[in-house]
């Protein structure tokens, strides 16, 4: 590498015809190398070019090469393939160059047997090089996973190339080739052996581009053809063509036909033009792909299903959450005339209940939190004084929107609690609605009930107190269902007015009545 810079060796004639070098390691300095890569503009075209006016035959097969161990922090980069740094220096001071190298009679070229052959192997070939005589190149064994670039246009770099070398690659597409092919009128044919790669398939498209190449051939004989439903186009085309031509290509083709499967094993080693549909599982494709939606809308049918049977069994459930967790009131839901009604609630309880009553159920339902407080009425509290008992009873029955019986076994056994559950009954039948709200405290045989209070119980739904949505039924069952409309109206008349300017707001303010009946509460 001493000579890349010196200009004095541009002075020897070229006389080298014949050059190989095989299974050969090079060991490189790794500062000197770095200095080159770095320095790519000022290397000379003698150490470029090497013998370029007489060579016809470069071999190098099965090279690698062994850097130094000197460690410098230049040197990382170029160490690793990989590294975007060291290919772009390296083409930066290949593009540089002020030459061109022209390798005149040079007819063969063989660069196989290398694992190290990097990826752009093909530009850095043919940059600044012309090979207007090169008729075979072998690029067998280099681990190819794909067609390198500039080679897609291989004709255009080798005008007279015969034999282009891919075997024992990893290439799994030639699509890429099969749109280009020879551009001059030269007869010659040329040859693209594509034979022991990765190819498993061969579409139509690409049986279709072989009519375009009528000087190359594309061998991809010996592959790992997999007969599965991806073939079916190739089978189809040869049972509806001349299996021995292809538009024009006589002859170069017919081994189209002899194909064959290397996968799955139940067809190995049959000629993959000789299949069936069925053998090919097209027909459990196609089942496959009916299944998919049929699986899909019954998944779907199901979950419907499911979810109309949770809605019917749980409909009240909703209602009630929707309402006392979202405050939304579903429609068809029963509003009531409670005008003149002083409280939403009556409770009526047995003395042995009021310590529950009054340090639970009264707190929860006059201080909720985050809604609206009820107006309870409580016998020791709400009675008037001096007024009988019995006439303080219907007043407050009366007077409620709804009565809250608080049953228990002493509920039962108190002839006062039990006059109150009838007046609340007999209201309830006046009034044609649900005024009752039953709230058992413990578990009650029904022989332990009154006649008509079992009648109620029967009829109506109760709550029991360690029920885990208690609050829920309560609330909702007081709510007045009218005030939540009206508040529902309200905030849509407030939402449609916000944009307005402030004298539109007081001219379009709702009617004072919403006030009223926040104040009834």
Not at 109 to 122: E, P, Q, T
Not at 131 to 144: D, H, I, M
Not at 328 to 356: M, T
Not at 421 to 426: D, K, L, Q, S, V
Request: proline share 4%; glycine share 4%; charged share 25%.
């Amino acid at each position: 590498m001493a000579d890349y810079f010196n200009a004095e060796i541009n002075l020897i004639p070229d006389t080298l015809v014949y050059y190989a070098i095989t299974d050969s390691v090079f060991y490189v300095d790794s500062g000197y190398f770095a200095h080159i890569i770095k320095n790519m503009q000022y290397i000379t075209k003698s150490a470029k070019c090497g013998p370029e006016k007489e060579l016809m035959i470069a071999v190098n097969r099965n090279i690698s090469y062994a850097f130094n161990k000197i460690v410098l922090p230049a040197l990382e980069p170029i160490k690793r393939e990989e590294s975007p740094n060291a290919a772009r220096a390296f083409h930066r001071g290949m593009s540089r160059a002020a030459f061109t190298c022209n390798y005149t009679k040079l007819i063969e070229l063989d660069r196989s047997v290398d694992k190290n052959l990097g990826s752009k192997h093909d530009s850095v070939l043919l940059q600044n090089s012309e090979f207007p005589a090169l008729l075979v190149f072998n690029l067998s064994y280099v681990l190819l996973k794909e067609l390198p670039g500039k080679l897609d246009d291989w004709r255009l770099y080798f005008p007279r190339m015969k034999y282009l070398d891919l075997t024992h690659n990893k290439i799994s597409d030639f699509k890429s080739v099969l749109d280009y092919g020879i551009k001059t009128e030269d007869p010659s044919m040329g040859t693209l052996d594509l034979r022991y790669n990765n190819i498993t398939t061969i579409t139509l498209k690409q049986l279709r581009s072989l009519q375009h190449h009528k000087y190359v051939k594309v061998d991809i004989r010996d592959n790992p053809f997999v007969c599965d439903c991806g073939m079916r186009d190739f089978v189809e085309f040869f049972r509806h063509k001349n299996n021995l031509t292809i538009d024009g290509a006589v002859g170069q083709y017919t081994y189209l036909q002899d194909l064959e499967c290397q996968k799955p094993e139940v067809v190995k080693g049959r000629k993959i033009v000789g299949l069936t549909i069925h053998e090919l599982g097209c027909d459990l494709e196609t089942t496959t792909l009916l299944a998919a939606p049929i699986i899909i809308l019954c998944v779907i049918v199901v979950f419907l299903i499911v979810f109309i049977i949770i809605i019917i069994k749980y409909r009240k459930e909703i209602v009630i959450l929707a309402f006392t967790r979202l405050h939304i009131l579903l429609p068809c839901q029963r509003v009531e005339d409670n005008a003149g009604k002083k409280f939403d609630a009556f409770v009526s309880y047995s003395q042995h209940d009021s310590d529950w009553v009054l340090k639970t159920l009264v707190p929860g339902l006059e201080r909720p939190h985050g809604l609206d407080p009820f107006k309870l009425c409580l016998h020791q509290r709400d009675f008037a004084v001096g007024t009988a008992i019995a006439e303080n009873i219907v007043n407050s029955v009366e007077t409620s929107r709804h009565t809250i019986l608080v049953i228990s076994r002493k509920f039962l056994e108190s002839e006062w609690c039990l006059m109150e559950f009838r007046t609340a009954f007999h209201q309830s039948l006046l009034e044609k609605k649900k005024h009752l709200i039953l709230v058992t405290v413990e578990q009650l045989a029904p022989e332990e009930l009154d006649a008509d209070l079992k009648r109620c119980m029967q009829t109506l739904t109760y709550v029991n107190i360690n029920d885990r949505l208690f609050w829920d039924k309560i609330i909702f069952s007081l709510s007045d269902k009218r005030k939540r409309n009206q508040n529902v109206i309200f905030f849509k008349n407030i939402k449609r007015f916000a944009f307005r300017d402030r004298k539109q707001q007081q001219i379009n303010q709702p009617q004072p009545e919403i006030d009223n009946n926040n104040d009834a509460k």
